[in-house]
């Protein structure tokens, strides 16, 4: 079971990485994507922020590739490949997804979201750095844009809320889960990614929203904080 789901890993972490290929680019919502057009939403990092997928496609290759070979049969490794698989399966189309339907890009993305964080809380002690980080990376951006996509989707739709309300509720929404996941995981890849999501929100926003922009510093010194009491030597200790 574990060699079939090394392979499996390998398959859908390759499926996932080349579909940007081939797909549409998605850069956010279109406006005729939602009825209350999005423009730039406050919620959305800046474009900059994005570039990390550039470092998790790779890292997410070589864990695939290292698992194969020399961890295909670890049941440390199995136990958290399953949620793995399901979130990089489900990433797969997310970009096609995303440039058809809003509403099923966001409920899409919190299945991504939630998995990777699974999988993370069940990441092998042992090489860390070939699963426990790269996986860490992926679960921390999906836990903030899984909320971005939440924020621009109800906002579009006129739920209870505009875009800047929409702004403050996902990132609380996104500081919440963090809180959760670091407490519980003690990742500090996945904390200082977090903070790299809300700088690129810091930055898009700046003085145009500034109580955006302030929630989104105060969640950046939260989750600093955190990072460094969770870690081993701090004063937290993961469950």
């Known amino acids: 079971m574990t060699r079939f789901l090394s ?3 390998l398959i859908v972490t390759a499926t996932f990485v ?7 680019p998605f850069s956010g ?6 009825p ?20 998790i496609y790779g890292w997410l290759v ?12 670890d049941a440390g490794w199995d136990n958290a490949r399953l949620p793995l698989i399901i979130s990089l399966g489900v990433g797969t189309p ?3 997804i995303a440039n058809d339907s809003a509403i099923w890009a966001t409920v899409t993305i919190f299945i991504m979201a939630l998995t990777a964080v699974i999988a993370l809380t069940r990441a092998p002690k042992s090489d860390k750095w070939l699963f426990a980080v790269p996986v860490a990376i992926y679960a921390g951006w999906l836990s903030v844009a899984a909320f971005v996509s939440l924020g621009t989707t109800a906002a579009g739709y006129g739920v209870l809320t505009d875009q800047v309300g929409w702004a403050y509720l996902g990132i609380l929404g996104a500081l919440g889960l963090a809180t959760v996941v670091l407490l519980r995981t003690g990742a ?22 500034i109580g ?3 929630l989104a510093t105060a969640g950046i010194v939260i989750v600093l904080t955190l990072v460094v009491l969770t870690r081993p030597s701090g004063r937290l200790t993961p469950s």
């Open 188 to 209: 500090p890849a996945y904390g200082l990614t977090v903070v790299w999501a809300l700088i690129g929100i810091v930055l898009a926003n700046q003085t145009a929203f």
């Open 212 to 214: 955006v922009t302030l």
């Open 36 to 55: 209350i057009p999005q423009i730039q939403p406050p919620v959305q990092p800046a474009g900059y922020a994005f570039a990390i997928w550039g470092l």
């Open 18 to 24: 080349m579909s940007p290929l081939l797909t549409d």
């Open 7 to 9: 392979i499996a890993s």
């Open 29 to 34: 919502f279109r406006p005729d994507q939602l």
């Open 62 to 73: 070589v864990s695939a590739v290292f698992g194969i070979w020399r961890r295909a049969d």
């Open 94 to 96: 997310w970009l096609a």
